[in-house]
């Protein structure tokens, strides 16, 4: 697993792996991530299913909970195929982006 931190936002991804191994690495690596806005880059999986994004469904409300953004970033998926819950962008810079505005609505109490 590989941990890109950049200033309070860590981008999470792994290459030539299968899903649950990927969930499992992420799990581990939780609590020394869980203060930063996380970004899960998923484009090393070619074959995602509306489905397995349900699997990162506990960890993003937890983490949306304890006020920081959770943000999947694919294009294989479109965002209508998946509960309003979880955050999903076609792009790295559109994650940038909604982690930005996320954390200027928290600033701002919204």
Do not use: C, W
């Amino acid at each position: 697993m590989i941990l890109d931190k950049d200033g309070t936002t860590t981008i999470v991804f792994q290459e030539k792996t299968s899903l649950s191994t990927f969930l499992e690495n992420l799990n581990k690596a939780y609590p020394k991530i869980k203060h930063d806005n996380i970004v899960v880059n998923l484009f090393s999986f070619s074959n995602l299913k509306a489905n397995d994004l349900l699997e990162f469904l506990d960890m993003s409300n937890n983490h949306k909970g304890s006020g920081k953004s959770f943000v999947l970033v694919t294009d294989k998926i479109s965002y209508d195929e998946i509960p309003d819950e979880i955050s999903l962008v076609p792009t790295l810079q559109e994650a940038s982006d909604l982690i930005e505005m996320e954390e200027i609505e928290r600033d701002l109490g919204i």
